[in-house]
């Protein structure tokens, strides 16, 4: 992360004649992409004032009050005056960047300035107010683009409790879906699912570490690309596990999240996962009409067939695949998936002792808590803190270092059985480009007593690994979204946002969130 200081746009008091709260235009904001919304600001027919206000505006009318979605906990206080500054420097001719003057809401476990802590959704972290843009924001910004706020998001990354509900946190309540509201968004990245959904922000920026990008996009019915691990850098992002955390863009369009990931997975000095960082790429290219044309994408079945509902729907967009021109592998299997998870598990524990305790240590003195352990005393002198039990972090900080014979097991284990003989040797044996699954089962009913009731998804394999997933919209069950995701090897983001794009295209079924209140 670079240290810099940080200068608030100052826009002239001259401006407050040419921008006021009313409305220049008349435009509708609702579902646009940021194409549409560039284009839209170059026909002279909205202002990047008009565009904030208008998702500052939806914000105001349906994140706490309305339909009381709970998906934002912070606004970036500053979001005119820098929209106002983005139109002047426009009128001057210096537009600089592709997300220039767009909205964009990032996580709540995000590093930014701009007046917002960074909370994890947590109430220790309450004073977390960081002297540092993450890197990724930087690279948000040096695009062009506002963080008009921080969004809600399952407290710690769903790493504290045994029994969670997807989409709670103690700072910011619970999360609901803009589809069904009394179901649930899925998690942990469920507020920067539902920000996008409700049109509270162009797009978002969310956190993986298992299936917490895909499976709030998928139950959105939102575009979600979980890169390659260390694709995008971590710095600045609260951690559960370097082996598996990985930052991405979760939009309404493919376009839109080739767009986020061109100018995100830029290389950072301080992100070591990669010997060598691949550098820039413009995943722009790979936006092709004809993505799926020759491409072999294989079907494992054991990863696949979770859910009946799901699978009749997988069933249907195969049929797609194969009319664009894609070769279908079916049958296949993924091996040793048991094995795998519990070696996930064990390395998350060591992970998130380990990582978190890194982070703790370089928070401002205003954060009490400096290590997990001091998490963990905190939560229980706090009397607030009593919807769910913290099972997760205990288990966390009696492990001992990442040196521990039994972490190193697990890593090695990963290596050969989810990396060596698991994706690549199946994608290797059968020349597959992808492998593609149902990204989860429909929107569970929200549970704040006996937490989630998942029935399945098909993020592990993958999140394992450290290897990218794209899930694109599929179909709806009921009025609830469904998911499919395409996964590939390290370093296949292009191949699979072709494919991605080439479904899309093909079956464009995304419709916007109708707020209903049960389909019960």
């Not at 005056?81 to 909205?103: H, I, T, Y």
């Not at 390659?228 to 939009?251: E, F, K, N, W, Y």
């Not at 972490?407 to 994608?427: C, F, P, S, V």
Request: include cysteine; aromatic fraction near 8%.
């Amino acid at each position: 992360m670079h240290k810099h200081g940080h200068t608030f746009y100052k826009a002239p008091i001259a401006l407050g004649v040419l921008f006021s709260s009313f409305y220049l235009h008349s435009a509708d904001f609702n579902e646009k992409s940021i194409s549409q919304l560039h284009a839209l600001v170059e026909g002279n027919q909205a202002s990047y004032q008009e565009i904030n206000q208008f998702y500052l505006d939806a914000i105001a009318k349906n994140n706490k009050q309305g339909f009381n979605l709970n998906a934002v906990i912070s606004i970036n206080p500053h979001t005119l005056e820098q929209a106002k500054q983005k139109d002047l420097l426009r009128n001057q001719g210096q537009v600089v960047g592709p997300l220039f003057g767009m909205p964009i809401i990032v996580k709540d476990n995000i590093n930014t300035l701009d007046g917002m802590a960074t909370t994890a959704g947590a109430l220790a972290l309450a004073n977390n107010y960081s002297q540092n843009d993450a890197f990724l924001v930087e690279k948000l910004k040096q695009a062009g683009a506002i963080i008009i706020g921080k969004a809600n998001l399952s407290e710690w990354a769903n790493f504290r409790s045994s029994i969670s509900s997807s989409g709670w946190s103690d700072v910011g309540g619970q999360a609901k879906n803009p589809y069904v509201l009394n179901r649930t968004p899925c998690g942990s990245s469920s507020g920067s699912a539902v920000a996008v959904a409700a049109n509270f922000a162009v797009a978002a920026i969310g956190t993986e570490t298992d299936g917490s990008i895909t499976c709030p996009a998928s139950h959105t019915s939102l575009v979600g690309i979980k890169p390659s691990v260390g694709l995008i850098s971590r710095s600045g992002v609260v951690p559960l596990s370097a082996s598996q955390d990985s930052p991405g863009p979760m939009t309404r369009t493919v376009a839109d999240a080739a767009l986020l990931l061109t100018v995100l997975a830029q290389p950072d000095p301080k992100e070591t996962t990669f010997a060598t960082h691949p550098g820039y790429i413009d995943y722009r290219q790979f936006l092709k009409q004809d993505g799926l044309k020759g491409k072999r994408i294989g079907i494992a079945r054991n990863i696949s067939d979770f859910n009946a509902v799901s699978t009749a729907a997988f069933n249907q967009a195969l049929s797609v695949l194969k009319a664009q021109g894609a070769i279908i592998i079916d049958d296949l299997e993924l091996p040793d998936q048991e094995a795998l998870s519990q070696a996930e598990f064990d390395v998350l524990l060591y992970d998130f002792k380990h990582d978190l305790n890194q982070y703790l240590a370089q928070t401002p003195k205003e954060v009490s808590v400096k290590t997990l352990e001091q998490l963990i005393q905190f939560n229980q002198s706090n009397t607030d803190l009593t919807r769910f039990n913290q099972a997760l972090l205990t288990m966390a900080n009696e492990k001992t270092d990442l040196t521990s014979p039994n972490y190193q097991q697990a890593q090695t284990l990963i290596e050969l059985k989810g990396r060596k003989n698991g994706i690549d040797a199946l994608m290797q044996a059968h020349q597959l480009d992808a492998i593609a699954a149902p990204t989860n089962s429909p929107a569970w009913v929200i549970d704040t007593i006996n937490g989630d009731h998942f029935a399945g998804a098909s993020s592990a394999p993958s999140a394992i690994a450290g290897y990218p997933l794209v899930t694109v919209p599929m179909s709806y069950h009921h009025e609830l979204p469904l998911g499919i995701s395409f996964f590939g090897t390290r370093l296949s983001e292009g191949k699979l946002i072709e494919i991605a794009y080439g479904f899309e295209q093909a079956n464009p079924i995304r419709q916007a969130a109708k707020f209903i209140p049960s389909i019960d």
